[in-house]
C-alpha cells in the first residue's frame, strides 16, 4: 500500500451502533489489527488467550460487515489485501488514538518523563530532527534523548528503541506509523552543468547525461523514478562518479559535476537561491511520506506521543521552512502536514 493512502471510506460504512453491538464491533477492529500485526490468528489467539476459531469468528464478521475481504488466509501464512492495508492503517491509528485518550485521561497533570530513544536517517535527522530536541526538551525537562542517526533500518523492538522517523513506503505492518508530513525527490543540477551539458527533456535523455549515482556499486539505488502516463517508470541511469554518501553527491552536484536526483528537503535551499535547477518537473513521482513509526502497544508513553506531536505540528507549520530557508541553514523542504 502506497505511503499516505488512508482510505476512510470503510469507517463510513461502519453503523451507528451502541451497547454490546458497539463492544464487538470494537473487538473486532482490535482483533484485525491483532491479526495483521502477529501474521498469524492462532498468534492472536495465543496473544489473548482465546482459541484460533473465536479469532476466525470475529475476522468474518468484519470482513461481511464492511463488504470487503481484508485478509487473505492460506495453511502457511496470513497476507493484507488492498482494501485490508488501508484499513488497517485507520485502525492502528483509531486504537492509537484511544489509547493516548484514556492515558491523558488517567495521567491527569503528570508530566512527561524518563528517557526516549529515537532514531531517523542521517541526512534527514540532521537536518530536521537533530535541531528540534532542545526545543522539546525545554518544554518537557524531565524528558532526556538519545537520538541515534543511521541509515539502517533499525530493529526497535529488539534494539529499544521508542519510536523512528522513517520516509517512504513502510512495508513492516507491525509497526505503528504516524505520517509527520511529505516530500518528494527531484533531478537537480548546477546551472553551469546545464549550461555545458544541455537540460534532458524526457527520463530518456538522462542516458546522454552523467548521473550521479547513489551507491550503485553497493547494489544500492541505481534507477531513478518518474511518472509518465499515470504510471510508475524506473529509469537506470550511469555516469563518472558514484557514492553511497548522499551528502557527498550533493556537493558534487553543486560543483557542477553532473545530474542528481535527491530530496527536496536536501535541496531546497540550493535551488532557492539559483545554486540548483530542477529538471524533468512534469516527470516527478508522487510525494513519498514522512512517518514516526513505534512498535505495537496499549499504551503509548507520554514521552513518546508528545515527541510525535511536536515534530508533526513543527513540520506542520509552513513557517518553519520558510525559516529553514530564510536562514540557509536547514534546506527548505516543499512539506505538507497530513
Known amino acids: 500500500m502506497a505511503a499516505g493512502a ?182 537537480v543540477a548546477a546551472p553551469e552543468y546545464l549550461a555545458r551539458a544541455g537540460r534532458p527533456q524526457a527520463p530518456e535523455d538522462l542516458q546522454r547525461h552523467n548521473c550521479l549515482a547513489f551507491g550503485a556499486s553497493a547494489n544500492m539505488q541505481r534507477g531513478w523514478v518518474f511518472q509518465e502516463e499515470g504510471r510508475a517508470v524506473t529509469v537506470k541511469v550511469g555516469g563518472t562518479m558514484e557514492c553511497s554518501d548522499g551528502a557527498v553527491l550533493h556537493e558534487w552536484c553543486l560543483q557542477g559535476n553532473g545530474l542528481a536526483w535527491r530530496s527536496w528537503w536536501e535541496v531546497g535551499s540550493e535551488i532557492a537561491s539559483g545554486r540548483l535547477v530542477t529538471v524533468l518537473d512534469e516527470f516527478q513521482a508522487p510525494p513519498i511520506g514522512i512517518h514516526a513509526v513505534f512498535p505495537q502497544r496499549k499504551h503509548l508513553p507520554l514521552r513518546v506521543r508528545l515527541f510525535i506531536d511536536h515534530l508533526k505540528n513543527t513540520y506542520g507549520n509552513p513557517s518553519y521552512w520558510r525559516r529553514a530557508e530564510q536562514a540557509s541553514a536547514l534546506p527548505v523542504a516543499e512539506v505538507l502536514a497530513d
Open 6 to 187: 488512508c482510505p476512510a471510506r470503510h469507517l463510513r460504512n461502519l453503523p451507528r451502533i451502541s451497547g454490546k453491538t458497539s463492544v464487538d464491533h470494537f473487538k473486532q477492529l482490535e482483533t484485525f489489527v491483532s491479526v495483521a500485526s502477529r501474521g498469524s490468528l492462532s498468534a492472536a489467539a495465543a496473544a489473548e488467550g482465546v482459541a484460533p476459531a473465536i479469532i476466525g469468528r470475529r475476522i468474518d464478521a468484519l470482513e461481511e460487515r464492511l463488504g470487503v475481504k481484508l485478509l487473505v488466509r492460506t495453511t502457511r501464512k496470513i497476507s493484507l489485501t488492498f482494501e485490508g492495508s488501508a484499513f488497517l492503517e485507520d485502525c492502528q491509528r483509531i486504537l492509537n488514538d484511544l489509547h493516548n485518550a484514556e492515558a491523558s485521561v488517567s495521567a491527569g497533570g503528570v508530566k512527561a518523563s524518563g528517557h526516549l530513544r529515537v532514531t531517523a536517517p542521517a541526512g534527514y535527522g540532521r537536518k530536521h530532527v537533530a535541531p528540534l530536541v532542545p526545543l522539546f526538551i525545554e518544554s518537557h525537562p524531565d524528558v532526556s534523548i538519545t537520538l541515534d542517526l543511521s541509515d539502517r533500518v533499525v530493529d526497535l523492538v529488539n534494539e529499544g528503541f521508542d519510536c523512528a522517523i522513517r520516509l517512504g513506503d513502510l512495508p513492516d505492518s507491525s509497526l505503528v506509523s504516524i505520517r509527520l508530513a511529505e516530500t518528494r525527490r527531484v533531478v
